[in-house]
């Protein structure tokens, strides 16, 4: 079974990821220099290439295991008996609750398949099965005892947010340095 998230994505992902990059290059040569308008364009991209893999993201459940690909590569196999539980994440968003499956894994990290996840919005009629289906496979695949539920764990920061806050004050410090040259 192979569940990819280009699937589940909402269709105006990728006119809004074209905005994204071409946005800072047309604003770029009208207001800034070649070298402005290239560190605009490269920022941009930051944002552009990481969801464009997202997009690109898969997960496949087989005899060996589960494969998560984060959209480069060929992925990650997690054999069935490194994981000790899997379960379904509600996340709560404005107007809308999305859900994700999730593996917790033998040493207590966990990992989201990509694909396998919905909205309240654009709700996956499958999503259900897909879960019953993945699970389902667990249990078959592991022993009674090696199935452990993991306990509630406290919020200890996102790992997003440890990248996207310094990403985004570096956009804005290079966008205002850039736009500063260009006001003397």
């Not at 192979?2 to 992902?13: H, L, M, N, S, Y």
């Not at 295991?65 to 069935?80: E, L, M, N, S």
């Not at 990290?109 to 694909?115: I, Q, V």
Request: net charge positive; aromatic share 8%.
């Amino acid at each position: 079974m192979i569940f990819r998230q280009k699937d589940v994505a909402q269709p105006a992902a990728l006119p809004m990821l074209a905005l994204v990059a071409v946005a800072p290059l047309a604003l770029g040569l009208l207001k800034l220099t070649a070298l402005g308008t290239v560190l605009l364009f490269a920022l941009s991209l930051t944002i552009v290439v990481p969801a464009l893999a997202a997009l690109r993201s898969w997960s496949r459940v087989g005899a060996d295991g589960i494969t998560v690909c984060r959209g480069f590569g060929p992925g990650r196999t997690y054999a069935w008996e490194e994981i000790r539980w899997i379960g379904v994440r509600r996340y709560d968003a404005p107007g809308a609750t999305n859900h994700a499956v999730r593996i917790h894994l033998a040493d207590g990290r966990r990992r989201s398949l990509p694909g396998l996840s919905t909205d309240g919005r654009r709700r996956t009629a499958s999503f259900a099965a897909n879960c019953h289906q993945v699970q389902a496979w667990w249990e078959q695949s592991t022993e009674p005892d090696r199935r452990i539920e993991p306990s509630a764990r406290t919020w200890s920061g996102s790992p997003a947010l440890a990248v996207g806050v310094p990403l985004a004050l570096a956009v804005v410090a290079a966008f205002v340095a850039v736009w500063g040259t260009q006001q003397r």
